[in-house]
C-alpha cells in the first residue's frame, strides 16, 4: 500500500526555485532517504509535506488524500510528525511534560491527563529515557534532546515519521545508540519515514531506498548499494565520476 505520494512538485521563493518537479511515492512501512547537498532542497521537502510551505506547484497526497493547503496542525492530526535540525523543546516543562503536550495535540488528541501520561511513559521506556522524564528538557544534553525530539514526534501518534538529521552532531557512540532506537521503533511500530542524514552509514544502514535530489531535481532514486555505485551521484558529491 502507498502511503505517501508526491506528484511534479514544485516550490519558489522569489523566482528560485528550490524544488523543481519532484515525484515520488512511499510504501507503507519503507524507509526511504533523502539525500543531496546543502542547497538540494531536502528541508524545504520536508516543510512542504509537513505543511509549513506551500507548493508552487503539485500534488502531496497521504494515503489517497491530498494534504495540499492544509495547516501543519491538521497535517500532525492526519498522522504526519517531524523532527528539526535545530531542537527547540519546552525548555521549563519536563521530559514527560513534552511528550503529554505532543500526545494531547496529536492524531488522538488524547485529553485525558493520566491515559496521556502512560501513553508517554510507555513511548520513554522505549527510547529508554523513563529516568529522565522528570528533567527540566533544557538540562538534557544534545544527546538527550535529540532523543526527546525524536520521542515528541511519536507522542503524536504519527504514522509518517519525517526524521530532519537527528544524529547531527553526535559522537560516534550516540549515533550508533540513534540508529537503534530509530530501528526498533521502525520494528515495533507501524512507522513509514523519511530520513534526512549527513551521518552516511547511518543513513545508508537505516535506508530501504535512497532518493537524490541536486538543485531541487531528482536524479536518482535506488536501494542504497546502487546509489553508491553511481556515476552520477559520485560526481556530484565529489567531483569526480565513481
Known sequence: MICLTVN???KEFGGLRAINDVSFKVEEREILGIMGANGAGKTTLFG???GHLRPTAG???????SIV???PDQICRRGIARTFQIVKPFGGLTVLENLMTAAMFGVERIQQPERARQ???T????????RLQD???RTLTLSGQKKLELARAIATGCELLLLDEVMAGLTPTEVVEMV???RALHHARPLTILLIEHVMKAFMSLSGRVLVLHLGRTIACAPPNEIAADPQVHEIYFGESA
Open 8 to 10: 511534479n512538485v514544485a
Open 48 to 50: 512542504l509535506i509537513a
Open 59 to 65: 500534488d502531496i497526497r497521504f494515503h489517497g488524500q
Open 69 to 71: 493547503g492544509l495547516r
Open 119 to 121: 501513553h508517554c511513559q
Open 123 to 130: 513511548i520513554l521506556a522505549e527510547l529508554d529515557m523513563t
Open 135 to 137: 528533567r527540566p528538557a
Open 180 to 182: 537503534e532506537i530509530v
